[in-house]
């Protein structure tokens, strides 16, 4: 990570330190990593790297799917129930985030999951684009998940337990 402070232009003989950042007619100084300082109408403010790492542990709310991909491999995709924490004596509320993953180790693990397990995932947030019927263009954003667990499984012959 390189922090980027934003000057107005000047001409020095540090060239190899300073770069013209884009449209801006703005020399960037590097400075330390792990923050940019930079000036926003005359006063600094710090802007923090991204970071996009999703973990999540709930119930598996059905059964995983798998898919041909047009260009070879297959992906799998799943929906995870996660619980909302309740307040008082609320009624209960969840989430049903979906899931998808391109690795096949990730899918190996998936074929033994059934609906009800409780499992956790480690991947990333992302908006995903495909051609749907008809030429439509279609997308959703689910959790790329690159590694997982099953934490505890449903005992077979048993119903979905209440969740």
Do not use: Y
Request: glycine share 12%; aromatic share 6%; net charge positive.
């Amino acid at each position: 990570m390189i922090v980027l402070m934003a000057r107005p232009s000047v001409r020095s003989s540090t060239s190899a330190a300073r770069a013209t950042g884009p449209g801006t007619g703005r020399s960037i100084v590097r400075r330390a990593p792990f923050r940019a300082e930079r000036r926003l109408g005359g006063r600094p403010f710090m802007v923090q790297p991204h970071v996009n790492q999703v973990t999540l542990i709930g119930r598996l709310a059905g059964e995983p799917s798998w898919k041909a991909l047009p260009g070879g491999g297959e992906v799998v995709t799943w929906r995870m129930i996660i619980d909302r924490p309740v307040a008082g004596a609320g009624r209960r509320v969840v989430d049903t985030i979906p899931c998808a993953s391109f690795d096949e180790r990730v899918g190996g693990f998936a074929d033994t999951w059934r609906a009800g397990d409780l499992i956790e995932v480690r991947g990333v947030l992302r908006r995903r684009f495909w051609t749907g019927p008809g030429g439509v263009r279609a997308s959703r954003i689910e959790v790329h998940v690159h590694d997982a667990d099953v934490l505890d499984v449903v005992p077979a012959g048993d119903d979905l337990p209440e969740l």
